[in-house]
């Protein structure tokens, strides 16, 4: 049974990744190399934490009992040696994660369970940086952000890991409030990645052609499929229209749509010209150094009543 647990990498996704373990009564070791971060980040978990308690999501008495889950460390040692299950959320790069993957499986346990939150990096290739013995505990755990309100995990199950391990970990993940994907295939960008990518090249594409403004496209996606995607999946949406006429409307539309097999070209002009959305104060739309803050709270509070909603339908 997975009973203490290791993020490592304490950025985006790592401090929600710790918070919302610790949140469900996990003692955790968040380790960071970056000292500032280090600093900083039980403020940025606290803040999340306070803003969850003033949507009525937690008890005024978890914010500090979270808090006090989480150790936060420099010391990789430290940070695993007693670790059940250790998550990497550190930058996206092969040979880094490897590294890691290398000391990982000489100072934790032989039975810790290693994971990564990879969003596109091949489980495989990082199984290479591990003894024989270690793949069969070695999985990746995708996220979504922000980690500590999306309620998915995607977890592998690519046929180099027991049953019972994998269960032992979507045990975690359940009792940790998430909903779990199980993804039997080892492809770049798993399930929900993809198919968040399919939607996006058409929505570019639509800007690219000036078909309506960008206002108007969030809208139709936001009122339109987005509105029931947020309670029922694609496939049981097909089902209820009648496959006859998804089969009729593919063969009418889809040989009229985007099929490029890279970035928008739109897409990578914004970024040429620096305009990289909130980070840069322009993106698609315009942001002032105020409007940042209120923005994001406003997505996360949405993303609450989102949850508090569903909770009620999820099966
Ligand atoms: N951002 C997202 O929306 C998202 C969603 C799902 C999955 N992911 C994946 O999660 C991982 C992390 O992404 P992120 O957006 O949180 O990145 P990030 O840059 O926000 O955070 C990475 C953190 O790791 C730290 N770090 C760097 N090297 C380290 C090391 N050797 N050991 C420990 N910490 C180290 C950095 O200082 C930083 O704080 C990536 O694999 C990414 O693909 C990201």
Redesign the pocket.
């Known amino acids: 049974m997975i009973r203490k647990i290791a993020v490592?990498?304490?950025?985006?996704?790592?401090?929600?990744i710790a918070e919302t373990f610790a949140l469900h009564g996990y003692p955790v070791n968040l380790?960071?190399?970056?000292e500032q971060?280090?600093n900083g980040?039980k403020n940025v978990i606290a803040t999340e934490l306070e803003l969850l308690f003033e949507n009525n999501m937690i008890s005024e008495k978890d914010i500090q009992a979270t808090l006090d889950r989480i150790v936060i460390t420099s010391d990789?040692e430290e940070a695993v040696k007693e670790a059940d299950y250790v998550i990497?959320?550190?930058?996206?790069?092969m040979q880094?994660?490897k590294?890691?993957f290398s000391k990982l499986d000489k100072l934790c346990s032989k039975d810790t369970i290693l994971a990564?939150?990879?969003?596109?990096?091949p489980l495989n290739e990082m199984m290479e940086a591990v003894s024989e013995s270690r793949k069969e505990k070695m999985m990746v755990c995708?996220?979504?952000?922000?980690?500590h309100l999306m309620p998915i995990a995607e977890l592998s199950y690519f046929g180099n890991m027991p049953e019972n391990i994998y269960k032992e970990v979507e045990e975690l993940y359940l009792k940790s409030g998430k909903q779990v994907v199980k993804v039997l295939k080892d492809i770049p960008g798993l399930v929900a990645?993809r198919i968040q990518q399919g939607v996006a090249r058409e929505v570019f594409s639509l800007i690219e052609m000036g078909v309506a403004s960008p206002e108007d496209i969030d809208k139709a996606l936001k009122f339109g499929p987005g509105f029931r995607y947020a309670t029922t999946g694609q496939l049981e949406i097909a089902d209820m229209g009648g496959l006859d006429i998804w089969c009729i409307v593919g063969d009418n539309l889809l040989n009229k749509m985007d099929n490029r097999k890279e970035a928008n070209p739109i897409l990578r002009k914004k970024v040429e010209e620096g305009k990289l959305g909130m980070k840069s104060g322009e993106g698609f739309f315009q942001y002032s150094e105020e409007t940042i803050n209120n923005t994001k709270n406003d997505f996360y509070r949405r993303l609450m009543i989102q949850l508090q909603t569903s909770k009620k339908y999820i099966i």
Not at 31 to 34: G, K, Q
């Open positions: 490592l990498g304490a950025g985006t996704m790592g401090h929600g380790y960071e190399t970056n971060i280090r980040v990789l990497e959320a550190i930058p996206e790069l880094l994660k590294d890691l990564s939150n990879t969003s596109s990096l995708h996220w979504y952000n922000p980690g990645n």
